[in-house]
Every structure is written in structure tokens, then in C-alpha cells.
């Protein structure tokens, strides 16, 4: 949740200063603060009944709203601990309807600028993907484990929002899971590429909902912004502990063999093996599943737009093993390709 909150006042340019709060037992509670003062701020256990009611993304003048709400004790203290504040743009996390916290942003006190729509909607997206965190972690203590289900129900809550990829990222790291195991990697190695795979979208957490589901063909400029969702998945992952090699996975799953891919042009064996991988059980799935903009493709068909592509998308020796996998384990015969 901190180094989420790092990327937001990072990537929200009219953001200062930001602080994420949760409620727990009935209070409300800090969990981490850009520019204020943490420790002062952690010393309060607010009852959550001094939360702002916010039901959506709202810009606030929320020392206005304190001066109304708080007891005077309290608000002395949130003088204290707050850095001076303009306004403050206030995203709800909701765990099966229930507000269980808050992802603020805030404008210093003398600062000229103020939060714009996009900022909003990128707001929106990181509120989602806290709550899913936040989701996950409460199940977590429940199981007592973290597990694949609890993983799934992350992706899961991230499908939500597009209903034409969803089961997408499963079926993607079972793919992967098949093709690593047939050209002999060690465990570790599949294990680390079947978990890219479930996670290899998150990144378009951070896409607009009306890009992702637009069933027309997208302007260059949308293009480009869908375009940086494998690096948004991969700084997402890269703040967490042993997943450094998952999000490199994920950053490059999007490179192509011929070097025209993105977000780098790597090409060749200068993209992972995990990633080429992923490109493969990507690309597949996609096309075999309907989309806005189209019906799935045939089996046959995507067969042979694989081939068609191997050594210029795909690395040609992963494209014909993927194919044997493919044959074997449908009705398709060798003949009919």
C-alpha cells in the first residue's frame, strides 16, 4: 500500500503530499503518508464516523470539512501532522460495498495547481486495485495462507471491468504453465511464468475503462495509451518483494522476435524466454476469444496466423512446440493444418 501510494503522488503530477487510511474495529486508521507527519498521524484512532463520506472520486476542501467534523482535540493534531492543504482529491476502497478506506491526494496550501478529469479517473483505477490489495489481505487472515485462489480473486476484480477478457488471464498462464513444462524449464522457472501469467494485465488497471471496451478501431493516441499497460504491471510488481522476475516477464510480454514490439523494441533472445513465452499464450487466447472490435478467430484460422508470424511476432521454435501442445490437445488434426 506505501509503494502504491509512492507511484500515485509520482504519477499524479498536481499531487503534493497523500495518505492512505483504512478501517479497522470500528476506527480509522493511518496506514501510510507522503509529506505529512506518519508518526503523528499514527498515534490517532479516529472512530470511522469522522471519515469523509465520499461514495466516489471527489476533490475536497477537506480542511473545511475537519473544522465541522473533528473535535477540536483531534483537529489540533491533524494541524499538526498535515502539511498545509489547497484541497485534496479523496478515492473510497470498497470491499463488497463497505467503505473500508480512503487513497487521498493532496494540493499544498499556496499551490497554483488543481486536480484535472484524467487525474480523477487514474485516482479511480488505483482506488480498485488498493481495494483488491486490501480484499486479499483480509481473506489472507482468514486462510491463514496465501494461496493461487486468493491471487485469482485479485484478477478477478480486475476483469470486472472488461467482460470480454474474462478467464483471459487464467487461461493465458495455463497456456504458458504447458508450453514451459514441454521445452523442459526447471520448476522454479514455470512456477514463475504460470504466475505471469495470471498477472500479465494488471498493469491495465491504470487504462481508462472507455479504451479498454471501445468496439471501434482506437485512435493512435489510444493506441499509445493501451500500449503502456506492461509497464504499468511491471512497476506495479517491482515494488514487491520476489517478484522482480515476474514483472520483467510481464514488462516484456508485449516484445516482439523482429524487434518491433513494445514498450522497449527488444528482440530476438534480448526478450526473456518467459516473456516470449507469454507473448505466445497471449496472442493465442486473444484470438481465440471474442472481443469488441471482433469475433474469435477459428482454430484453424489462429493456427495458421501463428505460423504466419513465427519469426517475425514469436520466436519461431516456441511457435512450432506451441502448435504440437495445441493439436494435441484438441480435435485438430495435423492433416487439416
Known sequence: MRNLLYFAVDNVSEADTGSIWIVEDEHWKLVAAVGHDEELFKKLELDKKYMYPAKDVEIVDIEKYDEIVLPQDIKEVFDKAAKPIKISMIAPMFVNDECIGHFTLDIDKNSPKNFTEP????????????????????????????????????????????????????????????????????????????????????????????????????????????????????????????????????????????????????????????????????????????????????LEDTLKELKRCSGSQFDPELVDVFIDIVIEESNFSKSEN
Open 119 to 298: 487525474s480523477k479517473k487514474f485516482m479511480k483505477s488505483l482506488s480498485t486495485l488498493a481495494s483488491a490489495f486490501i480484499a486479499i489481505k483480509h481473506m489472507t487472515k482468514l486462510q491463514g495462507k496465501f494461496h493461487k485462489e486468493l491471487v485469482l480473486s485479485l484478477v478477478r476484480i480486475l476483469e470486472l471491468r472488461d467482460p470480454y477478457t474474462r478467464g483471459h488471464s487464467e487461461r493465458v498462464a495455463n497456456l504458458a504453465n504447458k508450453l514451459a513444462e514441454r521445452i523442459n524449464l526447471s520448476k522454479e522457472e514455470i512456477k514463475t511464468i504460470y504466475w505471469a501469467g495470471l498477472v500479465h494485465d494488471i498493469g491495465k488497471v491504470l487504462i481508462d475503462d472507455t479504451i479498454l471496451n471501445k468496439p471501434e478501431k482506437l485512435t493512435e493516441e489510444e493506441r499509445k495509451e493501451v500500449e503502456k499497460h506492461p509497464v504499468h504491471g511491471a512497476r506495479i510488481l517491482g515494488t514487491m518483494k520476489g517478484m522482480e522476475e515476474i514483472s520483467k516477464i510481464v514488462r516484456y510480454h508485449h516484445e516482439r522476435w523482429d524487434g518491433k514490439g513494445y514498450p522497449e523494441g527488444l528482440k530476438g533472445d534480448e526478450i526473456p524466454l518467459g516473456a516470449r513465452i507469454l507473448a505466445l499464450a497471449d496472442s493465442f487466447d486473444a484470438m481465440t476469444s471474442d472481443r469488441p472490435y471482433r469475433a474469435a478467430l477459428s
